[in-house]
Protein backbone atom coordinates (compact mmCIF):
# COMPACT_ATOMS: atom_id res chain seq x y z
CA UNK A 1 0.00 0.00 0.00
CA UNK A 2 1.41 3.35 -0.91
CA UNK A 3 1.56 5.93 2.40
CA UNK A 4 2.53 9.49 1.88
CA UNK A 5 4.25 11.66 4.43
CA UNK A 6 4.35 15.16 4.56
CA UNK A 7 7.17 16.90 6.45
CA UNK A 8 8.84 20.31 6.48
CA UNK A 9 6.09 22.99 7.38
CA UNK A 10 6.14 25.73 9.79
CA UNK A 11 5.31 29.34 10.81
CA UNK A 12 7.73 32.06 8.93
CA UNK A 13 7.91 35.76 7.72
CA UNK A 14 6.47 37.12 4.33
CA UNK A 15 9.65 36.92 2.12
CA UNK A 16 10.92 33.60 3.97
CA UNK A 17 10.98 30.15 2.65
CA UNK A 18 10.07 26.49 3.05
CA UNK A 19 11.30 23.39 1.99
CA UNK A 20 8.28 20.27 1.87
CA UNK A 21 9.23 16.85 1.69
CA UNK A 22 6.98 14.44 0.80
CA UNK A 23 8.62 10.68 1.54
CA UNK A 24 6.74 7.88 -0.12
CA UNK A 25 6.68 4.40 0.99
CA UNK A 26 4.79 1.00 -0.66
CA UNK A 27 7.27 1.66 -3.58
CA UNK A 28 9.93 -1.13 -4.26
CA UNK A 29 10.01 -0.49 -8.04
CA UNK A 30 11.90 2.41 -9.51
CA UNK A 31 9.68 2.12 -12.13
CA UNK A 32 6.42 2.56 -10.51
CA UNK A 33 7.05 5.94 -8.50
CA UNK A 34 8.84 7.00 -11.70
CA UNK A 35 6.30 6.63 -13.59
CA UNK A 36 3.49 8.06 -11.30
CA UNK A 37 2.23 11.52 -11.37
CA UNK A 38 2.50 13.73 -8.69
CA UNK A 39 1.76 17.06 -7.01
CA UNK A 40 1.32 19.30 -4.39
CA UNK A 41 -2.07 20.80 -2.97
CA UNK A 42 -2.92 23.73 -0.33
CA UNK A 43 -6.45 24.58 1.31
CA UNK A 44 -6.70 27.67 3.34
CA UNK A 45 -9.29 28.26 5.93
CA UNK A 46 -12.64 29.00 4.31
CA UNK A 47 -11.07 28.05 0.34
CA UNK A 48 -11.07 25.24 -1.85
CA UNK A 49 -8.31 22.48 -2.04
CA UNK A 50 -6.12 24.15 -4.84
CA UNK A 51 -3.17 21.89 -6.70
CA UNK A 52 0.00 24.35 -7.32
CA UNK A 53 2.28 21.94 -8.34
CA UNK A 54 2.60 18.86 -10.33
CA UNK A 55 5.15 16.50 -12.06
CA UNK A 56 4.13 14.52 -14.94
CA UNK A 57 4.75 10.70 -15.81
CA UNK A 58 7.77 12.48 -17.84
CA UNK A 59 9.11 14.87 -15.26
CA UNK A 60 7.96 17.90 -16.63
CA UNK A 61 6.70 20.22 -13.63
CA UNK A 62 3.74 22.43 -14.35
CA UNK A 63 2.59 25.29 -11.51
CA UNK A 64 -0.43 27.71 -10.42
CA UNK A 65 -0.06 30.91 -11.02
CA UNK A 66 -0.29 32.04 -7.71
CA UNK A 67 3.04 30.36 -7.21
CA UNK A 68 4.84 30.44 -10.20
CA UNK A 69 8.06 31.75 -9.84
CA UNK A 70 8.09 31.63 -6.22
CA UNK A 71 7.56 27.55 -5.98
CA UNK A 72 10.13 24.79 -7.14
CA UNK A 73 8.67 21.53 -7.13
CA UNK A 74 11.30 18.72 -7.30
CA UNK A 75 11.62 14.72 -6.73
CA UNK A 76 14.21 12.43 -5.97
CA UNK A 77 13.50 8.91 -7.50
CA UNK A 78 16.13 6.64 -5.51
CA UNK A 79 15.08 7.99 -1.74
CA UNK A 80 10.89 7.71 -3.00
CA UNK A 81 10.89 11.75 -1.93
CA UNK A 82 8.73 14.79 -3.33
CA UNK A 83 9.83 18.32 -3.10
CA UNK A 84 8.07 21.48 -2.93
CA UNK A 85 10.90 24.90 -2.50
CA UNK A 86 8.87 27.58 -1.32
CA UNK A 87 10.09 31.05 -1.83
CA UNK A 88 9.29 34.50 -1.46
CA UNK A 89 6.27 33.07 0.73
CA UNK A 90 3.07 35.61 1.44
CA UNK A 91 0.53 35.64 4.42
CA UNK A 92 -1.68 33.84 1.42
CA UNK A 93 0.52 30.91 0.95
CA UNK A 94 -0.66 30.20 4.72
CA UNK A 95 -2.39 26.98 4.46
CA UNK A 96 -2.42 23.22 5.00
CA UNK A 97 -0.15 21.47 2.50
CA UNK A 98 -1.04 17.77 0.64
CA UNK A 99 1.33 15.78 -1.54
CA UNK A 100 -0.59 13.44 -3.87
CA UNK A 101 0.03 10.61 -6.31
CA UNK A 102 -1.77 8.91 -8.66
CA UNK A 103 -1.44 5.31 -9.74
CA UNK A 104 1.72 4.33 -11.71
CA UNK A 105 1.23 4.78 -15.63
CA UNK A 106 -1.91 7.07 -14.84
CA UNK A 107 -2.17 10.84 -16.55
CA UNK A 108 -2.04 13.81 -14.43
CA UNK A 109 -6.50 13.88 -14.87
CA UNK A 110 -8.83 13.27 -12.53
CA UNK A 111 -8.78 12.54 -9.43
CA UNK A 112 -5.61 11.12 -6.77
CA UNK A 113 -5.23 7.72 -5.08
CA UNK A 114 -3.43 8.81 -2.85
CA UNK A 115 -2.93 12.01 -0.11
CA UNK A 116 -0.72 12.44 2.69
CA UNK A 117 -2.26 13.89 5.91
CA UNK A 118 -0.73 17.21 5.31
CA UNK A 119 1.64 19.89 6.94
CA UNK A 120 0.69 23.44 8.01
CA UNK A 121 2.30 26.36 6.41
CA UNK A 122 1.88 29.99 8.28
CA UNK A 123 3.11 33.04 7.05
CA UNK A 124 3.42 36.07 8.79
CA UNK A 125 3.47 39.54 7.79
Known amino acids: QVQLVESGGGSVEAGGSLLLACVAS????????????MAWFRQASGKERERIAMIDLDGNPSYADSVKGRFTISKDNAKRTLFLQMDSLQPEDTAMYYC???????????????WGQGTQVTVSS
Open 100 to 114: AVHRVNILCSGGFDY
Open 26 to 37: GYPRSYAYIRSC
